[in-house]
């Protein structure tokens, strides 16, 4: 009996040990998680107006106008950017991030990995260490895995240009990128969305009247000297959402996950703590029946 409340007691020291460590876990989580939630929260309308001008003004180009970036071209060589994070202990996060890549790269780009085409770029440890396991025949760009230790535009914007320089020379057909979608600290997404070449708004069919009207856009200084400058820098700045997107998620699951480590330590401990008591009032009681009988022996 003694062995046994010893090993409560010890399971009971670990538990509480633990949840120290979980709540100081939550408590780191919850400080990085206000400034990357303010950093997306402040982006996103400003990404998404950009985006949504871009796809409007590709929409509405005349023939004699292009841009590499919105022109689609039969898809050779494919480019998966999957972006994770650096650290675990973040729920299921990462793993719903990896899902979605796999789903992405079996469902759609089948041929090109077969044929040797398919290219995937890791952003985040977690990432890296999953596709260099369970796809080791692709070839893989990892040499960005540590960029979330600067989230700068500048310094994102210089992955972002190498992804479009290279789609420009050809390396690659068509861009994917599969991130983390932030929508608050309990609940996080995993998207997949097509970064090069920009899709174009529908403008056929009746399922959506509003989308057949274009903005009509007055171009100064001209189309083409306005849509080099304008059309990578928007790029560029929807490149970095999706990089914040993924930061805010990361802080906001692992503190959701550390917070229910935290109840569940809790609620382990009461658990402990009445097998302890139960197991001390049995020794307890043992020892007084010992006295007992053996006072009632000595009568005899």
Known sequence: MGANLKEVRGR?????????????????????????????????PYANKL???????????????????????????????????????????????????VALIEEKYTAQRNSGNLTIMCIGKKGNDFFRRNYSDVKRIDEHVEVFSDLSFDNIALISQHIMDEFEAGTYDVVEAVYGRFKNAAMQFPEAVQFIPV?????????????????????????????????????????????????????????????????????????????YNKARQEAITKELSEIVGGAAALES
């Open 51 to 101: 985006n949504e001008m871009l796809t409007n003004i590709l929409s509405t180009l005349d023939g004699d106008t292009t841009t590499t970036f919105g022109t689609e071209r039969p898809v050779v060589n494919a480019l998966v950017v999957v972006i994770t994070s650096n650290r675990g202990l973040a729920g299921a996060f990462n793993t719903n991030v990896i899902k979605k890549a």
């Open 199 to 275: 899709l174009k708004e529908e403008t056929e069919g009746e399922e959506n009247e509003k989308s057949k009207v274009k903005a009509d856009y007055i171009f100064e200084p001209d189309k083409e000297s306005l849509l080099k400058h304008l059309v990578p820098s928007i790029l560029q700045t929807t490149f970095h959402k999706f990089l914040l997107d993924t930061h805010a998620s990361e802080h906001g699951a692992r503190m959701t996950a550390m917070d229910k480590a935290t109840e569940n330590a809790e609620d382990l401990l009461k658990d402990l703590k009445i097998t």
């Open 12 to 44: 009971i020291k670990s538990v509480k040990s633990t949840q120290q460590i979980t709540k100081a876990m939550k408590m780191v989580s919850a400080a990085k998680l206000r400034r990357a939630q303010q950093a997306i929260t402040q982006m996103r």
